[in-house]
């Protein structure tokens, strides 16, 4: 199990997540990255206190929706050319941040078709939002 499950921040969140996300976007240092989108893999964890994401009418506007995670990680990529992934987790991670239901985020993001002997690269982060 990850160790940033166990981080004493989370004690009574929900976990939402997005798995593999996949987005063809400019990203990279080298020139030949810069001429051609890559494929990039996006995976978010949200943690959202159990008092703020537990509904009590069976309502999606008493949760987070889905759909912000994924508008806010197109709102990004679209932004332009990023060179590194570092930057891209450090962005989305912010994003989502400033939902005021959120507390806490895991990004990460993941390069598949970099080397032929390797499944990815990759980055990831980890914040808390400041109480």
């Given amino acids: 199990m ?3 499950l166990s981080h004493p921040a989370l004690t009574d969140c929900r976990r939402l997540f997005l798995r593999n996300y996949e987005v063809l ?8 990255e810069k001429k051609a989108e ?16 537990t509904p009590k009418g069976d309502l999606l506007d008493e949760v987070v929706d889905y759909d ?5 990680i197109s709102k ?8 590194l ?5 450090d962005d989305v991670a912010a994003a989502m941040l ?13 390069k598949p078709d ?16 400041a109480v």
């Fill in 76 to 83: 990004r990529t679209e932004a332009g050319h990023i060179h």
């Fill in 25 to 32: 976007i400019n990203i990279g240092v080298h020139d030949f």
């Fill in 68 to 72: 912000f995670i994924r508008s806010t």
């Fill in 38 to 53: 890559q494929r990039v893999l996006i995976n978010v964890d949200l943690f959202i206190p159990l008092e703020l994401s």
């Fill in 114 to 129: 970099v080397y032929p002997d390797c499944e990815s690269v990759g980055v990831e982060v980890f914040r808390v939002k």
């Fill in 98 to 110: 400033l939902h005021p239901k959120v507390h806490a985020v895991r990004v990460s993001t993941e």
């Fill in 2 to 4: 990850p160790s940033f």
């Fill in 85 to 89: 992934q570092e930057t891209l987790c």
